[in-house]
């Protein structure tokens, strides 16, 4: 087992570090932003519900279109959650940050889109009107609206905003919620038009288009890109002011640059056709031209965003004085998905399915624990004992289980494998490059038995209004301690009516044995 | 600590309804007081020191051990450290009510508005409204571009409506015809000498637009009068390709009957937006006049 967490030595000291346990409601009457989001939430709902009611007169053709643009929507959904990999937005901001997206901002950016057009088309040339028009009507008034749903929220609720992902996540989410309404009114549009009437192959071909060949770089890019850049403006405060605002300018041009290209009729030589309509393969192609540059950029930035993460992790975690709360394998293990992943696999190699299910859940109890040391601001705290005891039972569960073979020729990390899996006194280190030890040898502990007491498996409990416990078998000396109810302890040994136990931490006291709870 | 109940006198009582307690579910006694057992690890100076080779030390293991009793043990468990910080069992912190932590401070309970976020909220509400309420309002006061009275053929105007211009370089042509445009929709207007009626010119219209576009489909055909001329019209929607662009636009056909002349209007819009331009439609079909 690694020695206890060290502070990060690049940790900023004038920057303290972010209170992601300081989780807040949406509701906040006291902020004017929220009834701004209210009353701005009722005229975009009345909108949207009257556009519903017109495409309801294609009902299969509108139940399909739902049905598709969920199934592309509910990953996404997930996706951008997941991402944010330590502190997790509320569920509520996050569907705040949908109804903005698609109730909101196409409510309003419908309206104001013909109105801006046709602006366009009395003060400009009527063919820089039809050719330019979507690419210069279109980012200017849907990605205002949409970065105003960004610090609408924002200032609803600042503490939310602790990194530059939670501008990448509201972002994703308004986004999404854009596009999937108007997705929804393209399909509709379609089978009306192909179709004439309620039917469901235009709504797939288009979907086929807008999703499948253009989804990755839609307004989820768009506004996930503003939206880092906002939140860096807003949480950055080391940073310089114009150094701050430069890099909101910078996310902002990128993002509405992302949809000015894709509205342009730049490259539309990939949608070519001496007969008929452009195959999905040249949608795709195009796509991927138009798009993919854009979508590099937001894969590095969420990168650079997730290490930030990961710092103010470390940063959170430091000093925590017992290694089997956190090590800094484990804190590595969880700077990415994929890292996250790895572990849990290394250890279902090592330990069966139990084993990758136990890391997972010692993996969110490690997040979990990091939340809550945030909130609290400090490492004394009866809320970080019960988070450091859940740790440890589950790490004491995880190293419970029995090993099992490890497939032939496989080679698992070990900066994976031992955090999750190892007692600490059981394995020894190797390098990364050294493949795993036989399992049964691995287990085998090796320290001497005074000095390493058997794996810590609860076997009873304190049973309810607690017991007393005495440093000897002795009644006439007075407890040391009362012992609260339910507190898992192991019998290590019984001496008449007296058993003398251990708790998980290594606490060893006498208590009658008879009042004990078999834990079953 | 001191108000810590004794233990139960009644030891034969069973506990054992809380044997299925789950090891990943902790209970709630671990948000009070925490003794050492559980106590985070750093804090070694209140850890009981002793080991298991001291207690063995203390225990004979011939003699019969003594029975705890703990109700019976006179001594009440001595006072536990508690860490700073950390509030005795039952209380918490600072003394208060347990229902104390509940009320926030007398300022939170207040209904009046976070003035402090008040002028960034107007300003988020004023972009809003400049791109939506000022686009609509900008777009109503600007004066649109017309191309006036226009000249179709055959002794044959029309008046265009305010915002349509001509896209078809004045007619420079010498065809048949004239072509007008707005932002996002395309007005095409021919007159031809015809001796039909509407309806017929309207199905000549439609084989000619099915024979240009990709796909299209027709919508049932209305007939009527427009400024006392018979008028027959039928909406489409069509799929059109070409060497560089495709997409799928609504549209219009009207055939109007004057004065032995057949004249076709074909409007056609981008997909979506031909509702915005039904009303200057209707205006320059009243507005044809046939001079001699």
């Given at each position: 087992?690694?020695?206890?967490?060290?502070?990060?030595?690049s940790?900023?000291?004038v920057?303290?570090?972010?209170?992601?346990g300081?989780?807040?409601?949406?509701?906040?009457?006291?902020q004017?932003?929220?009834?701004?989001?209210?009353?701005?939430?009722?005229?975009?709902?009345?909108?949207?519900?009257?556009e519903?009611?017109?495409?309801?007169?294609?009902?299969t053709?509108?139940?399909?279109?739902?049905?598709?643009?969920?199934?592309?929507?509910?990953?996404?959904?997930?996706?951008?959650?997941?991402l944010?990999?330590?502190?997790?937005?509320?569920?509520?901001m996050?569907?705040?940050?949908?109804?903005?997206?698609?109730v909101?901002?196409?409510?309003?950016?419908?309206?104001?889109?013909?109105?801006?057009?046709s602006?366009?088309?009395?003060?400009?040339?009527?063919?820089?009107?039809?050719?330019?028009?979507p690419?210069?009507?279109?980012?200017?008034?849907?990605e205002?609206?949409?970065?105003?749903?960004?610090?609408?929220?924002?200032?609803?609720?600042?503490?939310?905003?602790?990194?530059?992902?939670?501008?990448?996540?509201?972002?994703?989410?308004?986004?999404l919620?854009?596009?999937?309404?108007?997705?929804?009114?393209?399909?509709?549009?379609?089978?009306?038009?192909?179709?004439?009437g309620?039917?469901?192959?235009?709504?797939?071909?288009?979907?086929?288009?807008?999703?499948?060949?253009?989804?990755?770089?839609?307004h989820?890019?768009?506004?996930?890109?503003?939206?880092?850049?906002?939140?860096?403006?807003?949480?950055?405060?080391?940073?310089?002011?114009?150094?701050?605002?430069?890099?909101?300018?910078?996310?902002?041009?990128?993002?509405?640059?992302?949809?000015?290209?894709?509205?342009?009729?730049?490259?539309?030589s990939?949608?070519?056709?001496?007969?008929?309509?452009?195959?999905?393969l040249?949608?795709?192609?195009?796509g991927?031209?138009?798009?993919?540059?854009?979508?590099?950029?937001?894969?590095?930035?969420?990168?650079?965003?997730?290490?930030?993460?990961?710092?103010?992790?470390?940063?959170?975690?430091?000093?925590?004085?017992?290694?089997?709360?956190?090590?800094?394998?484990?804190?590595?293990?969880?700077?990415?998905?994929?890292?996250?992943?790895?572990?849990?696999?290394?250890?279902?190699?090592?330990?069966g399915p139990?084993?990758?299910?136990?890391?997972?859940?010692l993996?969110?109890?490690?997040?979990?624990?990091a939340?809550?040391?945030?909130?609290?601001?400090?490492?004394?705290?009866?809320?970080?004992?019960?988070?450091?005891?859940?740790?440890?039972?589950?790490?004491?569960?995880?190293?419970?289980l029995?090993?099992?073979?490890?497939?032939?020729?496989?080679?698992l990390?070990?900066?994976?494998?031992?955090?999750?899996?190892?007692t600490g006194?059981?394995?020894?280190?190797?390098?990364?490059?050294?493949?795993?030890?036989?399992?049964?040898?691995?287990?085998?502990?090796?320290?001497?038995?005074?000095?390493?007491?058997?794996?810590?498996?609860?076997?009873?409990?304190?049973?309810?209004?607690?017991?007393?416990?005495?440093?000897?078998?002795?009644?006439?000396?007075?407890?040391?301690?009362?012992?609260?109810?339910?507190?898992?302890?192991?019998?290590e040994?019984?001496?008449?009516?007296?058993?003398?136990v251990?708790?998980?931490?290594?606490?060893r006291?006498?208590?009658?044995?008879?009042?004990?709870?078999?834990?079953? | 600590?001191?108000?810590l109940?004794?233990?139960?006198?009644?030891?034969?009582?069973?506990?054992?309804?809380?044997?299925?307690?789950d090891?990943?579910?902790?209970?709630?006694?671990?948000a009070?007081?925490?003794?050492?057992p559980?106590?985070?690890?750093?804090?070694?100076?209140?850890?009981p020191?002793?080991?298991?080779s001291?207690?063995?030390?203390?225990?004979?293991?011939a003699?019969?051990?003594?029975?705890?009793?703990?109700?019976?043990?006179?001594a009440?468990?001595?006072?536990?450290?508690?860490?700073?910080?950390?509030a005795?069992?039952?209380?918490?912190?600072?003394?208060?009510?347990?229902?104390?932590?509940?009320?926030?401070?007398?300022?939170?309970?207040?209904?009046?508005?976070?003035?402090?976020?008040?002028?960034?909220?107007?300003?988020?509400?004023?972009?809003?409204?400049?791109?939506?309420?000022?686009?609509?309002g900008?777009?109503?006061?600007?004066?649109a571009?017309?191309?006036?009275?226009?000249?179709?053929?055959?002794?044959?105007?029309?008046?265009?409506?305010?915002?349509?211009?001509?896209?078809?370089?004045g007619?420079?042509?010498?065809s048949?015809?004239?072509t007008?445009q707005?932002?996002?929709?395309?007005?095409?207007?021919?007159?031809?000498?015809y001796g039909?009626?509407?309806?017929?010119?309207?199905s000549?219209?439609?084989?000619?637009?099915?024979?240009?576009?990709?796909?299209?489909?027709?919508?049932?055909?209305?007939?009527?009068?427009?400024s006392?001329r018979?008028?027959?019209?039928?909406?489409?929607?069509?799929?059109?390709?070409?060497?560089?662009?495709s997409?799928?636009?609504?549209?219009?056909?009207?055939?109007?009957?004057?004065?032995?002349?057949?004249?076709v209007?074909?409007?056609?819009?981008?997909q979506?937006?031909?509702?915005?331009?039904?009303?200057?439609?209707?205006?320059?079909?009243?507005?044809?006049?046939?001079g001699?």
């Open positions: 087992m690694s020695a206890a967490v060290a502070a990060p030595a940790t900023d000291p920057a303290p570090p972010p209170r992601w300081v989780q807040a409601s949406l509701i906040q009457p006291r004017p932003a929220f009834w701004l989001f209210l009353v701005l939430l009722g005229i975009g709902g009345y909108l949207f519900l009257d519903q009611s017109t495409m309801s007169q294609l009902p053709a509108l139940t399909m279109s739902w049905a598709l643009v969920l199934i592309y929507a509910v990953p996404v959904a997930l996706i951008v959650y997941r944010d990999l330590f502190e997790r937005e509320p569920k509520l996050l569907a705040a940050a949908l109804l903005w997206g698609g909101i901002a196409t409510s309003l950016a419908a309206q104001a889109n013909g109105a801006w057009l602006i366009m088309g009395k003060t400009l040339p009527l063919d820089v009107t039809a050719n330019w028009g690419a210069i009507v279109g980012p200017g008034v849907e205002t609206l949409k970065l105003m749903g960004v610090i609408t929220l924002f200032l609803i609720v600042p503490d939310e905003f602790d990194g530059v992902m939670d501008g990448f996540v509201y972002g994703a989410m308004v986004g919620g854009f596009t999937v309404v108007e997705d929804v009114s393209y399909f509709i549009t379609a089978s009306a038009a192909f179709g004439g309620d039917a469901t192959g235009p709504v797939v071909d288009t979907f086929l288009i807008r999703v499948v060949a253009g989804g990755m770089y839609s989820v890019l768009f506004t996930a890109v503003t939206g880092m850049g906002f939140a860096y403006f807003v949480t950055q405060r080391k940073a310089g002011f114009s150094r701050r605002v430069l890099g909101f300018a910078a996310c902002v041009v990128a993002g509405v640059s992302a949809h000015v290209v894709w509205n342009s009729p730049w490259m539309q990939f949608l070519a056709t001496t007969s008929g309509r452009p195959s999905t040249q949608w795709i192609e195009y991927l031209v138009k798009g993919m540059p854009f979508f590099v950029l937001l894969v590095v930035l969420v990168v650079l965003a997730t290490r930030s993460e990961e710092k103010n992790f470390r940063s959170i975690v430091a000093g925590e004085p017992d290694p089997q709360v956190i090590t800094e394998p484990e804190i590595t293990s969880l700077g990415s998905l994929l890292s996250r992943r790895s572990a849990r696999t290394a250890a279902g190699r090592l330990r139990m084993g990758s299910r136990l890391t997972g859940q993996q969110a109890a490690q997040i979990d624990y939340i809550i040391r945030s909130r609290v601001g400090t490492s004394i705290d009866p809320a970080m004992d019960a988070q450091r005891l859940k740790i440890r039972g589950i790490r004491s569960q995880l190293e419970a029995p090993l099992v073979a490890a497939p032939m020729g496989s080679s990390p070990y900066a994976v494998t031992v955090p999750y899996g190892a006194t059981a394995v020894a280190v190797a390098s990364a490059a050294e493949t795993l030890p036989e399992p049964v040898a691995a287990a085998v502990p090796v320290a001497a038995p005074q000095e390493v007491p058997p794996a810590w498996v609860p076997t009873h409990l304190v049973p309810p209004s607690g017991m007393a416990a005495w440093d000897a078998p002795d009644p006439s000396r007075p407890p040391m301690v009362n012992l609260p109810e339910r507190l898992e302890l192991m019998v040994s019984r001496a008449g009516a007296w058993a003398l251990r708790a998980i931490n290594g606490w006291g006498w208590v009658d044995g008879r009042r004990l709870v078999d834990r079953g | 600590m001191s108000s109940p004794p233990d139960a006198s009644d030891t034969s009582q069973s506990d054992a309804e809380d044997g299925s307690t090891s990943t579910e902790f209970p709630r006694w671990a009070p007081a925490v003794p050492p559980w106590t985070g690890m750093g804090e070694a100076a209140k850890v020191t002793f080991g298991v001291d207690i063995r030390a203390e225990v004979e293991p003699a019969a051990p003594a029975q705890p009793e703990p109700a019976a043990t006179p009440q468990p001595t006072a536990v450290e508690i860490p700073p910080g950390q005795p069992y039952g209380q918490a912190p600072n003394g208060q009510a347990p229902w104390a932590a509940m009320a926030g401070p007398a300022e939170d309970r207040q209904p009046s508005l976070d003035r402090r976020r008040l002028m960034p909220t107007v300003a988020v509400a004023c972009i809003v409204a400049a791109v939506v309420l000022g686009g609509l900008l777009d109503k006061v600007l004066a571009p017309s191309a006036g009275k226009v000249a179709v053929g055959n002794h044959v105007t029309i008046v265009a409506a305010p915002g349509w211009v001509r896209a078809d370089e007619g420079a042509n010498g048949a015809g004239v007008l707005q932002a996002n929709a395309q007005l095409s207007v021919q007159a031809l000498s039909g009626s509407a309806s017929a010119a309207l000549d219209l439609e084989s000619s637009v099915s024979s240009e576009a990709d796909q299209v489909s027709f919508g049932d055909e209305q007939d009527g009068t427009i006392g018979k008028v027959a019209m039928a909406g489409f929607e069509a799929v059109v390709s070409g060497s560089s662009s997409g799928t636009v609504d549209g219009e056909l009207i055939c109007m009957i004057a004065s032995g002349n057949a004249v209007f074909e409007v056609v819009a981008a979506g937006d031909l509702g915005t331009v039904v009303d200057d439609v209707k205006a320059m079909v009243s507005s044809v006049e046939v001699q």
